[in-house]
Structures are given as structure tokens and as C-alpha cells.
């Protein structure tokens, strides 16, 4: 079992649309997730971290994260075409908070 | 705003030569890790580093690996003896820890290419 896992996608949604992007684990013990956005050839930009059950908003974003259900989303408003690109969703693990990926997924905004 | 920095960006070497790639951390940060994506997969764990040695390794961080924090700026992975399948982007991360703030901030990356 992977411990974290995404649909790939792509997910195609249209400009001002809301994009919901979901993620799972399999670590009973996770306490906080990371979602970052990673833009082709770059590297991981941190949007949010979660670390509590419930929503987390910052502007056109939101975090959710359902422990009993070991689901994390992240949804987000008003989609412009600059937000295509993959997002990663990452869990820590164990003493060294060592960063577990998921394989991501693809978000195509279209105008 | 700090941010973490890594050289050269791109490094192209042949199959069996030694590479140096070089990060700098952001400077209060206590925490270093590399992370390796090869293309088209997901990012994946290779090394974390705190107080002057390695605290966690993975699978893929063998005898080929090594990682060194020559003076309080730089933060260096090697790879011995360059490998086809060593091909990808190599990615330093550094975090403050504190508390609940794990958050990891990346560098750009170093694309490497061996031929």
C-alpha cells in the first residue's frame, strides 16, 4: 500500500471554476500534510500546510484534512489558467520529518 | 525573503564520474534533506542531515552517496561513481522545526544528466 496517494489525473476544470484535488495516507500517526504546487521542470512551491481536522483558508485556497478518514483536499477558488501544474500533496515521517510524496495530480485550468 | 539556494542547475557528466551538487540552506535553518525526482515520477526522499551528520536514509542513499556541510553555509551532495539510472532533478530542502512548523522550502533544483 502506498502510504500517500493521488489520482494523477489531469483534472481539467474551467478559469473560475472550483478545483478539488484529493489525496489519502495510509499512516494512522500522521499528524500535519503539506501541499505543494510544482510547476513543470521546477521544484515544489509550499500553497499549505494542515496540521489539525477541518478546513484551513488562505485566499483563494483551502485545506482539508479528515484524520478518522486519513483524507486530505485541497480546493481551489476562482481557477485561473496560471494554477495548472501538479500538486503534491507530502506527509512527514517519523523523528527526522523526512517528506512522503504522492505521485501528484496534473490540474489543467482552461480560459 | 530567504530562500534556499543550490549550483549549477544543470550538470551534465559521464557515466562513472564523480559529481559534486551544492546547496545553500536558508541561514537560521537547522534541518537539510535532499530529495531526488526522476522524470515523470514523484519526489522522493534520499537524506536528512542535522548537527553535523545524517539522521535518516533511504534505500536509495548507498555506499555511491555522501553528504557533507564543509563550512555553515553549504550543504553538499556527492555521488561517487555516476550511475545511468542517477539521471534526474535533485532538489535540497531545508526546515526551521520548530515545534509543529515542519515545513520543508525548497531549492530550484539541479538538473543532472548522465550519459
Known amino acids: 500500500q502506498k502510504e500517500v496517494e493521488q489520482n494523477s489525473g489531469p483534472l481539467s476544470v474551467p478559469e473560475g471554476a472550483i478545483a478539488s484535488l484529493n489525496c489519502t495516507y495510509s499512516?494512522?500517526?500522521?499528524?500535519?500534510f503539506f501541499w505543494y504546487r510544482q510547476y513543470s521542470g521546477k521544484s515544489p512551491e509550499l500553497i499549505m500546510s494542515?496540521?489539525?481536522?477541518g478546513d484551513k483558508e488562505d485566499g483563494r485556497f483551502t485545506a482539508q484534512l479528515n484524520k478518522a478518514s486519513q483524507y486530505v483536499s485541497l480546493l481551489i477558488r476562482d481557477s485561473q489558467p496560471s494554477d495548472s501544474a501538479t500538486y503534491l500533496c507530502?506527509?512527514?515521517?517519523?523523528?527526522?520529518?523526512?517528506?512522503?510524496f504522492g505521485q501528484g495530480t496534473t490540474l489543467q485550468v482552461k480560459p | 525573503e530567504p530562500e534556499v539556494t543550490q549550483t549549477p542547475s544543470h550538470q551534465v557528466t559521464q557515466m562513472g564520474q564523480e559529481v559534486i551538487l551544492r546547496c545553500v540552506p536558508i541561514s537560521n535553518h537547522l534541518y537539510f534533506y535532499w530529495y531526488r525526482q526522476i522524470l515523470g515520477q514523484k519526489v522522493e526522499f534520499l537524506v536528512s542531515f542535522y548537527n553535523n551528520e545524517i539522521s535518516e536514509k533511504s534505500e536509495i542513499f548507498d555506499d555511491q552517496f555522501s553528504v557533507e556541510r564543509p563550512d555553515g553555509s553549504n550543504f553538499t551532495l556527492k555521488i561517487r561513481s555516476t550511475k545511468l539510472e542517477d539521471s534526474a532533478m535533485y532538489f535540497c530542502a531545508s526546515s526551521t522545526r520548530t515545534s509543529r512548523s515542519d515545513t520543508q522550502y525548497f531549492g530550484p533544483g539541479t538538473r543532472l544528466t548522465v550519459l
Open positions: 494542515i496540521y489539525s481536522n
Open positions: 507530502a506527509g512527514p515521517r517519523g523523528n527526522t520529518g523526512k517528506l512522503i
Open positions: 499512516d494512522r500517526g500522521s499528524q500535519s
